[in-house]
């Protein structure tokens, strides 16, 4: 006689990898990267009609650009703004990069606010709201769309 | 005759990516950034009336304000109620020959709950003058009682 009563377990599958790559296979998977010397929108992506769209990864690399001055480099600033309020700051700053200082490292910022959601026409994007002369910035975001209220992991 | 009784198994796929966008689309996430040049609280989110509040994830980042000067005794605590659970101390280099990177710690202890009217914050206990931060923390909530898991 079966076990009419027993409640099953989920079967969990995969992790975020999984996740995603059945966003791609389901054709629901958009990306856009950019690249800046100066300050301006690093990479934007805008949810069409119609559909929800939630952030899944967000990255910037802030990098010396190899000019030689002396001096030290101004706070370098980029934003994530979903729905064109910020949710999240990633700062760098360099000093003394001059001809006989050592330099710095490049930093990798990943942005921890993932999962957030716009409504159609909406955007989310990396916007670069301060750059010194000194460095230069490159960003990156992936998203994926579902059908409006539809529940994203359905 | 088919199994009426049996709750189906249900196929889950994904992992926080997944569980945060699910938070959102019921409208259960909060989350609070700060920025501060001395001590003081960085980001601080206060559990509202019925709900369990769980922590997601929590972060800052360390950078020298360019005074020209080794930045140290960064202190940044992670606290539960008013409990400190964890600690960052970070120190950050400047100088005439040659400076660092700002540093970026994420937090560990996430997961951690709070009652109804407690409090998860990140408290900034010590601050070179050289340094500043940049903090960040995101929260879901839930009816209290409420498993976090469907």
């Not at chain 1, 009419?4 to 054709?27: Q, S």
């Not at chain 1, 360099?94 to 921890?112: C, H, R």
């Not at chain 2, 920025?35 to 997601?56: R, W």
Request: charged letters at 20%; glycine letters at 8%.
């Amino acid at each position: 006689m079966p076990d009419l009563f027993t409640a099953v377990p989920p079967k969990i599958i995969g992790g975020d990898v999984a996740y995603l790559a059945k966003k791609e296979f389901d054709g629901k998977l958009r990306t856009d990267e950019g690249f800046l010397s100066a300050t301006g929108d690093l990479a934007t992506l805008t949810a069409n009609t119609g559909k929800d769209m939630y952030l899944a990864r967000a990255k910037c690399v802030f990098h010396t650009n190899g000019s030689s001055s002396a001096t030290n480099a101004a706070n370098d600033r980029v934003e994530l703004l979903i729905n064109a309020v910020i949710v999240e700051t990633a700062k760098y700053t360099q000093s003394n990069i001059g001809n006989n200082s050592p330099g710095v490292m490049a930093l990798e910022y990943e942005f921890k606010n993932v999962g957030h959601k716009v409504a159609a026409s909406q955007v989310i994007k990396l916007e670069v709201v301060s750059l010194d002369s000194e460095t230069d910035v490159e960003g990156f975001i992936e998203v994926w769309e579902e059908d409006t209220g539809v529940d994203p992991s359905a | 005759m088919p199994d009426i009784f049996t709750t189906r198994a249900t196929t889950v796929i994904g992992g926080d990516i997944a569980f945060l966008s699910k938070k959102e689309f019921d409208g259960k996430i909060v989350t609070d950034e700060g920025f501060l040049g001395a001590t003081g609280t960085l980001c601080t989110l206060t559990a509202n009336t019925g709900k369990d509040m769980y922590l997601a994830r929590a972060k800052i980042i360390v950078h020298n304000n360019l005074v020209n000067q080794v930045a140290f005794n960064n202190v940044i605590q992670l606290q539960q109620n008013a409990v400190v659970l964890e600690t960052a101390e970070i120190s950050v280099g400047s100088g005439t020959v040659g400076g660092s990177s700002a540093v970026v710690y994420e937090f560990k202890n996430i997961g951690q709950k709070v009652l109804a009217s407690q409090v998860i914050r990140l408290e900034c206990t010590g601050l070179s003058a050289n340094a500043d931060v940049v903090g960040f923390i995101k929260c879901f909530e839930e009816d209290t009682g409420e498993s976090p898991t469907p």
